[in-house]
């Protein structure tokens, strides 16, 4: 299988974090961003939204961090990560969708803003990141991972872009239960530490 | 199954929507939302992002539109419109997330904008809607729903703010295929008119 990657994208970490952590081998192919390679064919026909990560599996394409974190998941076959009852998978659904829109719209858009350029606005961007890290804290108050009691493709999703957050010029000292919840993240087995 | 609902809520009108073609029963609990009971116990502790809508099954309770259309496919047990295969929902997946992304910070936005006076960017979210909308059309041109072929839980959780845009000033007529899919959306057995 081989991902489309960009090694700065918190989106494709949670990709490469997941696969590094369920022992699935992935063949990265770097995407070369800058030169905007993934706005020309083949790359802005697999993904017309024009985004890293993509998965090419044989000839099957997807896109979308949180699809490919499902695919891999189900494919891969532990229940652990992604478990197959209705219940379960919507506990981890309420924190895939917490990540592809709060999280990507507060601690994601600031690291846009400070790394990247990106003409998006910084204050209102910290703004809800305060927001979304007081939800995050006072949960994981009340529990070790995200959903099921245990580690699985939720804390994946959510997990890059709150360890990347002091690159978007948030301190994360506030939010203990966070900071505990990342030590366990790098606690385990197979770990892939964020990119530098 | 109690579903706590704000009638002009286009994500409301997810969960609406789908139970309506599924043949699922809810009892449907309005909030006052314009008296912010939604930021207040219990509705606070039941999601802490203070949004709408939430599920209440038993004592088990669920925030989040594609988490909820997510868990009442899978209780209800039809696999057309959640299959169990990874790759099938993998596919279904990358348009929760575009659900829960590009279409909630572009159509859903504008419309927050002109119908609930929300203090966003308009412009911002009319530019943003032009490409989903291109997208979206782009894609509709070469199969007739979102995912796998048939109806899925994918075009109920993108249906609501498509077919809602033209109350955030978004024009459809320029998006032809979109149109045909807002028609056979239309046609299918037990469809929920969107909220007036």
Known sequence: MKLYDRSASGNCYKVRLFAALAGITLDIVPVDFAA?????????????????PILRDGTHTLRDSQA????????QGDADWWPSHAAAQAEIMQ???????????SLCAAR???????PLDHAWALKRSSSVLEVLDRHLL???????GHPTIADCAVFPYVV?????????????????????????????????
């Open 112 to 118: 846009l803003v400070l790394k990247f350029d990106a």
């Open 164 to 196: 990347l957050a002091p690159e978007g010029g948030i301190d994360l000292t506030p939010y203990g239960h966070v900071a505990a919840w990342i030590a366990r993240m790098r606690q385990l087995p197979g770990f892939l530490p964020p990119p530098a």
């Open 95 to 105: 924190w895939l969708s917490f990540a592809a829109n709060e999280v990507q719209h």
């Open 142 to 148: 009340e529990q070790p991972w995200l959903a099921l």
């Open 68 to 75: 490919i974190l499902v695919y891999l998941a189900g494919i």
């Open 36 to 52: 905007g390679e993934h706005r020309h064919p083949p790359l802005s026909e697999w993904n017309p939204l024009g985004q890293l």
